[in-house]
């Protein structure tokens, strides 16, 4: 599966980004999917998580009830909608998806077995 990742740029705090990650080789929603970001200096850290059905959805501390994650059947993608986004949130977001339960593994990137190359995030302050 090869995963790609699109919609990164630069946005004023406060503004919005809407993220999409589409796969080829094999459908995206057979497998949990999730977000990544890594800032310059900085571990890669856990975004967001949703289930194969998209019935659960999983979000780090930081991003809950600012982003939401989706995904989309329809074409076989997944958005991670950014909102009121911060100076903090600046980071190259990469998608992932991987074999996991999203409620017991979703922050940990060593249950995805497939990554995207990246899409970089800038917000100003």
């Known amino acids: 599966v090869q995963l790609q990742a699109s919609g990164g740029g630069l946005v004023q705090a406060g503004g919005s980004l809407r993220l999409s990650c589409a796969a080829s080789?094999?459908?995206?929603?057979?497998?949990?999917t999730g977000w990544f970001r890594q800032a310059p200096g900085k571990e890669r850290e856990f975004v967001a998580a949703i289930s194969r059905n998209g019935g659960v959805t999983s979000y780090a501390d930081s991003v809950k009830g600012r982003f939401t994650i989706t995904r989309h059947n329809t074409n076989d993608t997944m958005t991670l909608q950014m909102n009121s986004l911060k100076p903090e949130d600046t980071a190259v977001y990469y998608c992932?998806?991987?074999?996991?339960?999203?409620?017991?593994?979703?922050?940990?990137?060593?249950?995805?077995?497939?990554w995207g190359q990246g899409t970089q995030v800038t917000v100003s302050s």
């Open positions: 992932a998806a991987g074999n996991l339960i999203v409620t017991l593994r979703a922050g940990r990137p060593s249950e995805y077995a497939y």
């Open positions: 080789g094999r459908t995206l929603n057979s497998y949990a």
